[in-house]
């Protein structure tokens, strides 16, 4: 039923952008940007049975705990780097959509290092 959803609004919007003057630059980057928030406030509910099944594997368990949060909010950081950069490139930034990703791709790193820090130790401690 989502899928639907979203199918409609993209479908709205092609038709807006196509009823849309070509040299109102400005108005049309308002209407991809609300385009695409729509379709995220759209797709929220579909997600949200997967943050309650994690959650709950992760109280059983089942998942490594203090690694879950880091998954989570380097999956987020991809999905809103990606599509500010597919916003940019629309609007004929390239450049700017580049250093968005590499920037996304830089605090994954960051939200990584706790990570990597346990990952040296378990190492180290294996090694002597």
Not at 23 to 36: A, E, Q, R
Not at 70 to 99: D, T
């Amino acid at each position: 039923m989502t899928l639907m959803k979203i199918c409609g609004i993209v479908v709205i919007f092609l038709i807006f952008c196509l009823i849309l003057p070509k040299g109102k630059g400005n108005l049309s980057v308002i209407v991809g940007i609300s385009m695409c928030l729509l379709i995220v406030i759209s797709g929220i509910d579909n997600i949200s049975p997967i943050f309650e099944y994690v959650n709950e594997l992760t109280k059983k368990g089942a998942l490594l705990g203090k690694y879950t949060p880091v998954l989570f909010k380097a999956m987020g950081i991809g999905f809103v780097c990606s599509a500010m950069a597919g916003i940019c490139r629309e609007n004929g930034e390239s450049s700017v959509a580049a250093c968005v990703e590499f920037f996304g791709k830089g605090e994954m790193l960051v939200c990584a290092l706790p990570v990597f820090k346990d990952l040296l130790a378990l190492a180290i401690e294996a090694g002597g």
